[in-house]
């Protein structure tokens, strides 16, 4: 079955320092994969949406990468901050038959400590 | 602010009974997403719409149901509510129709007593 795997324990990081989280798929070919930010108690944030012929982008702090070999897309927040605390979710497009659908990952969640 | 409003923020209600949770999108985006977000299942996709027309089902029951209007506001109506519909419910809008960049509202949480 077609499944999307984030980290299910939390990562907790010291500002400063870099955050990589982690995105695997099985059982699709995604032309292109979202990260979105979520708060507790407020809808999804988007981030970044990388396509399958780019390996990598980026926006200000944020970096993902996109390794279709793999099935794994990396997210990366450089010198964090605490503000940077939330949960992290993976989306990817399932267009399998006529029914073409987001599906998302569980979600990871990062503690920047100070 | 994603520009997208949803009311009610919170509703309570008993087992049994109807909802009808409102969504309004960003201006000028036609695409309309609904998900149901619970603690042990995350965000599932329930139904998207595009101008009007149904275009994805997700994992919605029977007993939920949507439309978007001509002013592409959309309603998603759950009725004969049990206890496992209680969760987040939000909408989202893009400007496209292939599932990019979406914008998402605040969220009604809904709590079936």
């Known amino acids: 079955s077609q499944k999307i795997e984030q980290n299910s324990e939390a990562l907790n990081i010291q500002e400063g320092k870099t955050a990589t989280l982690t995105c695997n798929y099985t059982?699709?070919?995604?032309?292109?994969l979202q990260w979105y930010r979520q708060d507790p108690g407020r809808g999804p944030v988007f981030l970044l949406l990388i396509r399958e012929n780019e390996k990598e982008k980026r926006k200000e702090r944020l970096k993902v990468t996109f390794d279709t070999t793999l099935k794994q897309s990396l997210f990366h927040i450089t010198a964090s901050q605490p503000a940077d605390s939330a949960t992290y979710l993976c989306a990817l497009v399932d267009d399998a038959g006529n029914n073409r659908k987001l599906i998302w990952g569980l979600g990871t969640s990062l503690a920047v400590n100070p | 602010d994603s520009g997208v409003t949803q009311t009610p923020k919170h509703l309570i209600t008993a087992t049994g009974q109807r909802v009808t949770l409102r969504c309004s999108p960003r201006s000028g985006d036609l695409s309309v997403y609904w998900y149901q977000q619970s603690l042990d299942q995350g965000l599932q996709f329930l139904i998207h719409?595009?101008?009007?027309?149904?275009?994805a089902k997700g994992n919605i029951l029977e007993r939920f149901s949507a439309q978007q209007f001509p002013d592409l506001h959309s309603e998603l109506n759950l009725s004969s509510l049990e206890l496992g519909d209680s969760a987040l419910y939000f909408c989202?809008?893009?400007?496209?129709?292939?599932?990019?960049?979406?914008?998402f509202g605040p969220g009604t949480r809904l709590t079936v007593l």
């Open positions: 989202a809008s893009s400007g496209t129709r292939n599932y990019n960049e979406q914008f």
């Open positions: 719409y595009y101008n009007g027309e149904e275009r």
């Open positions: 059982n699709y070919s995604p032309a292109y």
